[in-house]
């Protein structure tokens, strides 16, 4: 954040979270004015105990309170459940393992909220999101930087951010480490100090996910099947299932092979992949097994922060939240798609997530992975 920017009128998402708490003390201590707004943006079960949205309410209200700031509560149930939630279940549905949190980001946070933000005269929002917003003088356009605490950066799930909504956004943490975030929220006395990160869907919660997910998609099960074509057990349904799983399989008996018999451990199975026409279910034993490995991938539903593609050449990419950044070359990029062909196999890449592009420490966007495999992705 621009630490010489002039008094100016901020609107600060607070979850109820340490991470927006310590966001809007900062905005304060700069001489901004600041305000709150809540988000509620689930509302089908607000009774459950996965759904913390009320007590989320009560901490961020608590929060407002210590930091001296007014705070709003908004309803954006409607348009996260139309914009968000739907393509969630569509990407389900279809055999893909979407990411919520980088729709939500694109289509709530930074649409609905701005745009709530903006009619409140707000100059800017601010959000507790571990990340960086810089101006680059030479091209005139806002960039996207990874926040500088490694282990908490999330430029990942930002990188639908436009140039419009980025000029109008601050991340004040973005500079700091968790760790300092902490201490200075204990240090301010703020009421959730201690309070732990949330870990579950985009507004939604941590549940149980095969039981959350079962409320909305029908069950129809199937054969899990080796790669040697033997069915080793049935699947409750493709879409319950992510590349790369390993527990919650219910499966088991066979030896990896090699292995002696009546002797040794089972080698673990994981998910290698969905075939929907077929309804199956194929399964490998092995963290490194060749089915489990790509080095190329297609991503379609391509956003660059910049506004146009980056040109073709070496970068580095993140085809999950947390991974270290892997190096690869850019292949045929366009306004709506492109390749990846990465320096060494990445593992259980995964359609329906997103394939992000860096350069150092610059986010430049990225798209929706379609296909994975070797040469040819034939994988």
């Not at 806002?142 to 990942?156: I, M």
């Not at 799930?157 to 300092?180: D, M, S």
Request: hydrophobic share 40%.
């Amino acid at each position: 954040m621009n630490k010489q920017l002039a008094r100016r009128r901020v609107v600060v998402g607070l979850s109820g979270g340490v991470d927006s708490a310590v966001t809007a003390w900062l905005l304060k201590q700069q001489g901004h004015e600041v305000l709150g707004i809540f988000m509620k943006n689930w509302e089908d079960d607000d009774d459950s105990a996965y759904c913390s949205s009320n007590i989320d309410f009560v901490d961020a209200a608590a929060v407002a309170d210590v930091v001296g700031i007014e705070i709003e509560h908004v309803n954006f149930a409607a348009e996260y459940k139309d914009r968000v939630f739907a393509e969630f279940l569509r990407e389900y549905q279809a055999g893909r393992t979407p990411n919520p949190d980088i729709l939500c980001n694109a289509e709530i946070k930074f649409k609905s909220f701005l745009d709530h933000a903006l009619r409140l005269g707000a100059d800017h929002i601010a959000t507790g999101h571990y990340a960086r917003v810089r101006h680059n003088d030479t091209t005139a356009r806002f960039e996207l930087l990874k926040g500088l605490d490694p282990g908490k950066d999330q430029s990942y799930f930002l990188h639908r951010l436009n140039q419009a909504q980025l000029a109008k956004t601050l991340f004040p943490i973005g500079e700091l480490h968790k760790t300092e975030v902490r201490r200075l929220a204990a240090e301010i006395g703020l009421p959730n100090a201690r309070k732990k990160d949330s870990t579950g869907i985009c507004f939604i919660g941590e549940r149980p996910f095969r039981d959350f997910l079962n409320r909305y998609i029908a069950k129809e099960p199937g054969a899990i099947k080796d790669e040697r074509g033997r069915t080793v057990g049935q699947h409750v349904g493709l879409s319950f299932y992510t590349l790369g799983q390993r527990q919650g399989l219910g499966i088991g008996g066979l030896k990896a092979k090699g292995a002696q018999r009546g002797g040794g451990e089972h080698a673990p199975w994981f998910v290698a992949r969905k075939d929907t026409a077929s309804n199956t279910l194929w399964v490998v034993q092995g963290h490194e097994h060749p089915w489990l490995q790509s080095s190329q991938l297609s991503a379609q539903d391509a956003s660059w922060i910049s506004g146009h593609a980056p040109e073709a050449g070496p970068l580095a990419a993140k085809t999950r939240y947390r991974q270290a950044d892997a190096l690869c070359t850019l292949l045929a990029p366009s306004i709506s798609s492109f390749a990846l062909d990465f320096s060494a196999p990445q593992w259980a890449v995964t359609p329906g997530q997103s394939a992000v592009l860096y350069d150092g420490e610059v986010c430049l966007g990225g798209g929706v992975i379609g296909a994975a495999g070797g040469k040819g992705l034939t994988a």
